[in-house]
Protein backbone atom coordinates (compact mmCIF):
# COMPACT_ATOMS: atom_id res chain seq x y z
CA UNK A 1 0.00 0.00 0.00
CA UNK A 2 1.59 3.74 -1.35
CA UNK A 3 1.64 7.09 0.52
CA UNK A 4 -2.44 8.28 1.89
CA UNK A 5 -1.84 11.55 0.88
CA UNK A 6 -2.37 13.87 -2.40
CA UNK A 7 0.50 14.86 -4.26
CA UNK A 8 -1.64 17.03 -6.88
CA UNK A 9 -4.62 19.27 -6.68
CA UNK A 10 -6.40 20.67 -9.43
CA UNK A 11 -9.58 23.10 -9.41
CA UNK A 12 -11.79 22.68 -12.60
CA UNK A 13 -10.94 26.35 -14.03
CA UNK A 14 -14.39 26.08 -15.69
CA UNK A 15 -16.27 26.42 -12.16
CA UNK A 16 -14.18 28.79 -11.04
CA UNK A 17 -15.65 32.87 -11.16
CA UNK A 18 -12.67 35.43 -11.54
CA UNK A 19 -11.13 36.05 -7.97
CA UNK A 20 -9.73 38.92 -6.06
CA UNK A 21 -6.14 39.08 -5.53
CA UNK A 22 -6.89 38.06 -1.82
CA UNK A 23 -9.12 35.13 -3.12
CA UNK A 24 -6.13 33.73 -5.64
CA UNK A 25 -3.73 34.50 -3.03
CA UNK A 26 -5.73 32.41 -0.73
CA UNK A 27 -6.29 29.39 -3.53
CA UNK A 28 -1.97 29.38 -3.90
CA UNK A 29 -1.83 29.19 0.05
CA UNK A 30 -4.13 26.34 0.24
CA UNK A 31 -2.61 24.33 -2.44
CA UNK A 32 0.86 24.94 -1.53
CA UNK A 33 0.25 24.09 2.40
CA UNK A 34 -2.40 21.04 1.29
CA UNK A 35 0.66 19.85 -0.87
CA UNK A 36 3.55 20.15 1.90
CA UNK A 37 0.97 18.04 4.53
CA UNK A 38 -1.76 16.21 4.50
CA UNK A 39 -3.24 12.61 4.92
CA UNK A 40 -6.01 11.59 2.64
CA UNK A 41 -7.32 8.14 2.28
CA UNK A 42 -10.58 7.20 -0.01
CA UNK A 43 -11.65 3.96 1.95
CA UNK A 44 -11.22 0.92 -0.76
CA UNK A 45 -9.32 3.09 -3.28
CA UNK A 46 -6.10 1.03 -3.16
CA UNK A 47 -2.89 3.18 -2.04
CA UNK A 48 -1.69 6.46 -3.01
CA UNK A 49 -0.19 8.84 -3.25
CA UNK A 50 -3.63 11.05 -4.97
CA UNK A 51 -4.14 13.44 -7.74
CA UNK A 52 -7.11 14.87 -6.34
CA UNK A 53 -9.39 17.11 -8.68
CA UNK A 54 -12.15 19.28 -7.53
CA UNK A 55 -14.92 20.83 -9.25
CA UNK A 56 -18.93 21.85 -9.38
CA UNK A 57 -21.55 19.11 -10.93
CA UNK A 58 -25.32 20.12 -10.82
CA UNK A 59 -24.65 22.40 -6.91
CA UNK A 60 -22.65 19.56 -5.89
CA UNK A 61 -18.97 19.09 -5.16
CA UNK A 62 -17.16 16.80 -7.69
CA UNK A 63 -13.60 15.37 -6.12
CA UNK A 64 -12.14 13.02 -8.60
CA UNK A 65 -9.09 11.16 -7.50
CA UNK A 66 -6.75 9.19 -9.15
CA UNK A 67 -4.17 7.18 -8.03
CA UNK A 68 -0.74 9.44 -8.75
CA UNK A 69 0.88 8.80 -12.23
CA UNK A 70 -2.53 6.41 -13.38
CA UNK A 71 -4.54 8.92 -15.54
CA UNK A 72 -5.92 6.09 -17.70
CA UNK A 73 -7.05 4.74 -14.48
CA UNK A 74 -10.67 4.42 -13.39
CA UNK A 75 -11.13 7.10 -10.60
CA UNK A 76 -13.10 7.13 -7.23
CA UNK A 77 -15.63 9.95 -7.68
CA UNK A 78 -17.18 11.44 -4.57
CA UNK A 79 -19.97 14.01 -5.37
CA UNK A 80 -21.10 16.11 -1.87
CA UNK A 81 -23.96 18.25 -2.00
CA UNK A 82 -23.15 21.77 -1.29
CA UNK A 83 -26.37 22.50 0.37
CA UNK A 84 -25.57 21.32 4.10
CA UNK A 85 -22.51 24.65 3.54
CA UNK A 86 -24.18 27.43 1.92
CA UNK A 87 -25.02 29.09 4.73
CA UNK A 88 -21.64 28.58 6.53
CA UNK A 89 -19.68 29.59 3.45
CA UNK A 90 -21.95 32.93 3.19
CA UNK A 91 -21.07 33.75 6.39
CA UNK A 92 -17.41 32.69 6.09
CA UNK A 93 -17.60 34.94 3.21
CA UNK A 94 -18.93 37.99 4.99
CA UNK A 95 -16.52 37.46 7.38
CA UNK A 96 -13.75 37.54 5.31
CA UNK A 97 -15.04 40.33 3.40
CA UNK A 98 -15.10 42.40 6.80
CA UNK A 99 -11.48 40.91 7.55
CA UNK A 100 -10.27 41.90 4.27
CA UNK A 101 -11.20 45.71 4.59
CA UNK A 102 -10.13 45.99 8.21
CA UNK A 103 -6.51 45.10 7.63
CA UNK A 104 -6.43 47.98 5.70
CA UNK A 105 -7.47 50.39 8.59
CA UNK A 106 -8.61 48.49 11.34
CA UNK A 107 -7.02 48.73 15.08
CA UNK A 108 -4.80 45.77 15.35
CA UNK A 109 -7.22 44.38 18.13
CA UNK A 110 -10.31 44.47 15.62
CA UNK A 111 -8.57 43.00 13.12
CA UNK A 112 -8.00 40.04 15.48
CA UNK A 113 -11.25 39.79 16.80
CA UNK A 114 -12.59 39.29 13.16
CA UNK A 115 -9.53 36.37 12.21
CA UNK A 116 -10.66 34.92 15.34
CA UNK A 117 -14.47 34.71 14.19
CA UNK A 118 -12.80 33.60 10.47
CA UNK A 119 -10.65 30.96 12.05
CA UNK A 120 -13.88 29.48 13.92
CA UNK A 121 -16.00 29.45 10.83
CA UNK A 122 -13.43 28.14 8.65
CA UNK A 123 -12.69 25.41 11.11
CA UNK A 124 -16.42 24.45 11.62
CA UNK A 125 -17.00 24.02 7.49
CA UNK A 126 -13.52 21.83 7.61
CA UNK A 127 -15.23 19.70 10.36
CA UNK A 128 -18.52 19.13 8.56
CA UNK A 129 -16.65 18.76 5.02
CA UNK A 130 -14.69 15.39 7.58
CA UNK A 131 -17.96 14.39 8.79
CA UNK A 132 -19.93 14.47 5.15
CA UNK A 133 -16.85 12.69 3.53
CA UNK A 134 -16.42 10.25 6.61
CA UNK A 135 -18.15 7.83 4.84
CA UNK A 136 -15.82 7.33 1.90
CA UNK A 137 -12.39 9.66 2.64
CA UNK A 138 -10.11 9.49 5.60
CA UNK A 139 -8.39 12.84 6.46
CA UNK A 140 -6.76 14.86 9.26
CA UNK A 141 -7.91 18.40 9.95
CA UNK A 142 -5.66 20.27 8.42
CA UNK A 143 -6.27 18.51 4.96
CA UNK A 144 -9.88 19.01 5.44
CA UNK A 145 -9.29 23.04 6.19
CA UNK A 146 -7.05 23.30 3.04
CA UNK A 147 -10.02 21.45 1.17
CA UNK A 148 -12.67 23.15 2.41
CA UNK A 149 -11.01 26.52 2.01
CA UNK A 150 -10.84 25.26 -2.05
CA UNK A 151 -14.58 24.40 -1.73
CA UNK A 152 -15.37 28.27 -0.92
CA UNK A 153 -13.58 29.48 -4.12
CA UNK A 154 -14.99 27.27 -6.02
CA UNK A 155 -18.24 28.41 -4.41
CA UNK A 156 -17.73 31.84 -5.49
CA UNK A 157 -19.57 31.46 -8.86
CA UNK A 158 -22.85 29.71 -7.72
CA UNK A 159 -22.09 33.22 -5.26
CA UNK A 160 -22.08 35.66 -7.71
Same mark, same amino acid.
Given at each position: MGEPRIVRIDLDEATIATRTA??????????HDL???????????????????????DGRLRMEVRQAGAADGVPF?? *??? #?????? %?? @?????VCDSY????RSAAPAQIEAIDMGRRGLHNDGAELLRERLADQVTM??????? *??? #?????? %?? @??A
Open positions: EIEHERKLAILEDNRFEPRGYGGGPYSVRLGLQVV *LLP #LTPFTK %LI @REYFVYSAIDLNTSRR *LFT #LVCILH %LK @RR
